[in-house]
């Protein structure tokens, strides 16, 4: 998964090369092909916890996108996972993390992360996958920034490509870990 974050990182640096008279002279062939209207862009971003269920009103109702990100809304994310086995590690994980509300956001927990802090300390290899968790996290926020800077490169502050606010809105994404707990425990180690 790594990987394929580096790759798509890596891509931005070729978009880049285009000047902004490029990128407007085929444009409008993108028509609806944006990642805010990417229905597989938002089914991952439920995966890893970024749930809105908001996102479920831009299609239609009975629609295979719909069906297919209302399961994935429903669902544990790759967090609820995580907990799940640590806690079938032997490590203490409060109880209504383990019984959350899936669809909600996930929300920091300082006991959580007393857990966490044992688990570096200790240098359990569980620290391994949070490292992982923590690496893959950090790549989707760089490819959000190199995202963002590529499009006010190429359209500045215009309307997105599939009808979002554009870079306005892109801003907003920026700097929102999946998983909180594991960076915010960096100071405490």
């Given at each position: 998964m790594l990987t394929i974050l580096k790759t798509m990182v890596a891509q931005i640096d070729v978009l880049e090369t285009m000047s902004p008279i490029d990128f407007l002279s085929f444009r409008d062939f993108l028509s609806s092909a944006?990642?805010?209207?990417?229905?597989?862009?938002?089914?991952?971003?439920?995966?890893?916890?970024?749930?809105?269920?908001?996102?479920?009103?831009?299609?239609?109702?009975?629609?295979?996108?719909?069906?297919?990100?209302?399961?994935?809304?429903?669902?544990?994310?790759?967090?609820?996972?995580?907990?799940?086995?640590?806690?079938?590690?032997?490590?203490?994980?409060?109880?209504?993390?383990?019984?959350?509300?899936?669809?909600?956001?996930?929300?920091?927990?300082?006991?959580?992360?007393?857990?966490?802090?044992?688990?570096?300390?200790?240098?359990?290899?569980?620290?391994?996958?949070?490292?992982?968790?923590?690496?893959?996290?950090?790549?989707?926020?760089?490819?959000?920034?190199?995202?963002?800077?590529?499009?006010?490169?190429?359209?500045?502050?215009?309307?997105?490509?599939?009808?979002?606010?554009?870079?306005?809105?892109?801003?907003?994404?920026?700097?929102?870990?999946?998983?909180?707990?594991?960076?915010?425990?960096?100071?405490?180690?």
């Amino acid at each position: 998964m790594l990987t394929i974050l580096k790759t798509m990182v890596a891509q931005i640096d070729v978009l880049e090369t285009m000047s902004p008279i490029d990128f407007l002279s085929f444009r409008d062939f993108l028509s609806s092909a944006s990642g805010f209207q990417s229905w597989q862009f938002r089914a991952f971003e439920f995966a890893f916890g970024n749930k809105n269920a908001k996102a479920l009103e831009r299609y239609p109702a009975d629609s295979t996108e719909r069906t297919a990100l209302e399961k994935r809304l429903a669902a544990p994310t790759i967090w609820d996972a995580f907990l799940r086995f640590i806690a079938g590690h032997g490590h203490t994980v409060p109880p209504e993390l383990l019984s959350r509300d899936v669809t909600a956001p996930i929300e920091e927990s300082a006991a959580l992360q007393q857990t966490l802090v044992g688990i570096y300390r200790e240098q359990r290899p569980e620290a391994s996958i949070c490292e992982l968790l923590v690496d893959f996290d950090e790549g989707v926020q760089e490819w959000r920034y190199r995202h963002v800077k590529m499009v006010e490169r190429t359209i500045g502050f215009k309307q997105g490509t599939g009808g979002s606010p554009g870079a306005a809105y892109l801003r907003t994404t920026l700097f929102k870990p999946f998983f909180p707990d594991l960076w915010t425990i960096r100071s405490q180690l």
